[in-house]
């Protein structure tokens, strides 16, 4: 259903740094970039499936993360929510919420981790059932 997520960046050149390192953990990568002053980048495992892009804005403002706004990176086990959280913090993002088992048990559970990019776009790495 989601075809990508953008979100804006002021400053595009560290924040392809810190995208660089943090989808190669889910063994992503860089699929295109525009050849324009925004650097609109779009990264994923595929075209085929859902990506996540990052820019400057269009209108050529400020980026400001948006209040309520979460992107949610599905992880494949428990470990790769703990090395996304922990890369993110290696390239320079904020820490919101460390790795950990949220609710309840079994189908149920719920292991995720929160943090923020270099723009303070939040996210939550995430793991659901049982590991």
């Known amino acids: 259903m989601i075809g990508y997520t953008t979100l804006g960046s002021n400053d595009i050149d560290k924040a392809l740094v810190f995208y660089d390192g943090l989808v190669a953990v ?48 599905m992880a494949d086990s428990r470990a790769q929510v ?10 320079g993002g904020s820490d919101e919420g460390a790795p950990g088992l949220r609710g309840g048990l079994g189908n149920q559970a719920f292991y995720g981790a929160y943090f923020r990019d270099l723009d303070g776009n939040k996210f939550c790495a995430y793991k659901t059932g049982e590991e």
Do not use: I
């Open 26 to 73: 889910m063994g992503g990568k860089r699929l295109m970039t525009m050849p324009d002053a925004r650097g609109f980048t779009l990264y994923g495992a595929g075209r085929d499936k859902p990506m996540l892009a990052v820019t400057k804005p269009y209108d050529g403002g400020t980026a400001n993360p948006g209040n309520g706004t979460m992107v949610a990176l």
């Open 82 to 91: 703990d090395a996304l959280h922990a890369k993110a913090l290696e390239l």
